[in-house]
């Protein structure tokens, strides 16, 4: 139904292709990673130091909240277990069906190494990134932006819509139970981080660039 297309990437303009639109496609970047590069220079880099071993952990999505949450965390705290070096940081989602979950399935888990802490802020949320070297999520949001910040990032779902990511081997899929969670750690562990691909990836989200873009196209279109 909409009559301008803003794309954020060349991915974006093949999927409306595939879904027979070709007119009005304007690839622009990505307007969510604006927002976290203005933000991000409002944060003291130095008091925000990466923490070798920490993992930031988000999850919300609904297809969670039927038995994959209970065998993600099953599966969370069998590596914990096994990997005494790494710690776990987790703000917790405000749905009350989330909330009982882990608070059940956490009821007779005694460890320091991992930490649940209240819904964050932005910024908070930021700097809890910035110092984190693993980052779990089933958020797109937090996917795209730990890809751009050069996070390990492991992707707790079966399939993701953010498919540059996986192609640039810049995210591994642990699936929605998180079967694949110990083993994805060990691999992004002793994997060497590109440069280059991170670099790609920024390119594909418009450099910061984004809304400048948008604001291009509609006055040319609009005025």
């Known amino acids: 139904i909409a009559k301008i297309h803003l794309s954020q990437n060349k991915t974006s303009v093949q999927n409306l292709k595939m879904e027979g639109i070709t007119k009005n496609i304007h690839i622009v970047g990505n307007p969510g990673i604006d927002h976290l590069l203005k933000n991000i220079k409002k944060i003291d880099l130095n008091k925000n130091k990466l923490i070798k071993n920490r993992i930031l952990v988000t999850m919300h999505?609904?297809?969670?909240?039927?038995?994959?949450?209970?065998?993600?965390?099953?599966?969370?705290?069998?590596?914990?277990?096994?990997?005494?070096?790494?710690?776990?940081?987790?703000?917790?989602?405000?749905?009350p069906?989330?909330?009982?979950?882990?608070k059940i399935s956490f009821k007779t888990f005694n460890t320091n190494k991992i930490s649940f802490i209240e819904p964050q802020k932005y910024s908070s949320f930021l700097k809890l990134l910035l110092r984190s070297e693993f980052v779990i999520t089933d958020s797109g949001g937090v996917q795209e932006e730990a890809a751009y910040l050069g996070k390990k990032l492991l992707i707790a779902r079966d399939k993701t819509e953010?498919?540059?990511?996986?192609?640039?081997?810049?995210?591994c899929?642990?699936?929605?139970?998180?079967?694949?969670?110990?083993?994805?750690?060990?691999?992004?562990?002793?994997?060497?981080?590109?440069?280059?691909?991170?670099?790609?990836?920024r390119q594909n989200q418009g450099l910061g660039m984004a809304s400048k873009k948008i604001n291009k196209v509609l006055e040319k279109i609009l005025t």
């Open 61 to 95: 999505r609904r297809e969670s909240l039927d038995k994959n949450l209970e065998l993600f965390i099953e599966n969370l705290k069998r590596f914990l277990i096994n990997n005494s070096k790494f710690s776990v940081v987790w703000p917790l989602h405000s749905n």
């Open 97 to 102: 069906n989330i909330l009982k979950k882990i």
């Open 162 to 171: 953010r498919v540059d990511i996986v192609d640039l081997k810049l995210g």
């Open 173 to 201: 899929i642990i699936k929605a139970d998180g079967s694949k969670l110990e083993k994805s750690i060990n691999f992004l562990e002793k994997k060497k981080k590109s440069g280059l691909l991170t670099k790609k990836w």
